[in-house]
Structures are given as structure tokens and as C-alpha cells.
């Protein structure tokens, strides 16, 4: 989860309309296998993947620092796919783990035996005040949350674009827009590359956590900017 960034971009400022979900079609492009898909932080972008996920066929488990009873009108407008847990469960329960909490609360935030071999898609932003990206040092943020939980299969994913743009950009008309993987397990990035793909958008790999991660976190050239498919692959080619 992240802040509002100055100057980010728009679903009207790249052509698209703010029109319901629909289900995207399963063509022979969308590799995804139908998983259950934690997702901890159930904030504005949160919610957005899980209705999105949700409108791909997706079940997903939802847990925030507030408890499952605070996700009640959530779950009810989700309906059956959806289900509510306090985190270590969520992840106990998930084939696949999403964190999209604000990032000074991911250490301690799971115990090591949850999500020991989990495939584990660090969605978040390391900000140091408003808009302004975290002096890591050099390091990708991911490459902290690797240090952090050591035994799971960290990819990052899913953090460059707005949730107004998330929310209708995968079932929009022309080029499908890219959503980037990083991370050093293949598998993994495989596994998380089939779920863009259901939801409509093009998976576009970035290389090693360090190096592709750092790509897409603030301050990076891919975050928050919205391209296509072929634009995507014709910058990662360079």
C-alpha cells in the first residue's frame, strides 16, 4: 500500500473509464491455474486486487491489523470466493501471499513457520514521507522483506500501478497494460506471472529481485508508469 504520489497518473489520463468489473475471458494467453490468494492490507489498493481476483474466478482470504470483524462489508460484497482471517492464518490458508500493507509494518508482522515456502508477492512501497521514496542504501526493499522472512519465495509484484488504474485497466478494450515480476526463484515468478495474466494484464519479467526490483519501487523507472505490453518489453530489452 502506498500514499498518494504527486503527478501519478489516472485510469482518464491513459484512455481508461471507471466502468464495473466484469470477468475477464480465459483465453489460451491466460496461464493462471484458480488458487486461494492471501491478501494482508485491505485498504483501497487491497481491496481492489481482491475484487478484481474475485471477478477472475480467484478465491481469496483477507486479513488487516483490525481482525476479520472489520471486513464484513467487504466480505459481503465479495460474496462466497472471499473469507477473512487475522494474518498468520491467511497465510497458513494461501497458496499464494500478498503484502500490501504499509512497509515499516511488515517485520514481525507473520511468524516464519506461516510462510516458510510460500510464495510470498511483496506489493509494497518503502516511502520516506509523502511521494518521497526510501533511501535504502542501494538495496530493493524486497531484498529487505527476503532478509526479514528468509525461507519464502519473494517476488515482487503488483505495486507500481494505482488502484484506479488496477480496478479496470485488466478488462479494458485495446493492448493489455504490464504488470512486472522480480524475484530469483523462476517458479515463483511463473506461479505469480499466470495470476496477472487472469486478471487481464501482461506479465512482464524484470530480472532478479535486486536488480528488478529496484526497477519497480519508487523512485525506480517502472513505478508508476503505466505501459503497454510491447512497451514494457521493449524497455526491459534494453
Not at 488502484?163 to 530469483?184: I, M, S
Not at 496477472?196 to 525506480?220: E, M, N, R, Y
Request: charged share 20%; glycine share 12%.
Amino acid at each position: 500500500m502506498r500514499p498518494r504520489v504527486p503527478g501519478e497518473l489516472h485510469p482518464d489520463q491513459i484512455g481508461l473509464d471507471r466502468n464495473g468489473l466484469t470477468s475477464p475471458a480465459r483465453t489460451e494467453t491466460t496461464r493462471g491455474a484458480l488458487m486461494r490468494i492471501g491478501i494482508i492490507g485491505t485498504g483501497r489498493i487491497g481491496s481492489t486486487l481482491a475484487r478484481i481476483l474475485v471477478a477472475a474466478d480467484h478465491q481469496v482470504v483477507l486479513a488487516n491489523a483490525r481482525g476479520p470483524q472489520s471486513l464484513t462489508d467487504l466480505l459481503a460484497e465479495l460474496g462466497p470466493a472471499a473469507s477473512a482471517a487475522h494474518p498468520a492464518e491467511a497465510a497458513a490458508r494461501s497458496e499464494v501471499l500478498v503484502l500490501m500493507v504499509p512497509f515499516d509494518s511488515i517485520r514481525g508482522l507473520l511468524p516464519q513457520e506461516a510462510v516458510r515456502d510460500t510464495v510470498l508477492v511483496d506489493a509494497t512501497n518503502a516511502f520516506d514521507g509523502p511521494g518521497n521514496a526510501r533511501d535504502l542504501g542501494g538495496r530493493g526493499s524486497s531484498e529487505l522483506v527476503a532478509d526479514w522472512y528468509p525461507e519464502t519465495r519473494i517476488v515482487k509484484s503488483l505495486n507500481t500501478m494505482h488502484f484506479e488504474t488496477l480496478a479496470v485497466a485488466g478488462t479494458a478494450q485495446g493492448p493489455r497494460l504490464a504488470h512486472f515480476t522480480a524475484g530469483d526463484d523462476g517458479k515463483a515468478k511463473e506461479i505469480v506471472a499466470g495470476i496477472i495474466a487472469d486478471l487481464g494484464f501482461a506479465p512482464v519479467d524484470t530480472g532478479p529481485l535486486h536488480s528488478g526490483g529496484i526497477l519497480q519501487q519508487p523512485g525506480g523507472p517502472l513505478f508508476n508508469r503505466p505501459l503497454t505490453e510491447a512497451q514494457a518489453l521493449a524497455w526491459t530489452s534494453h
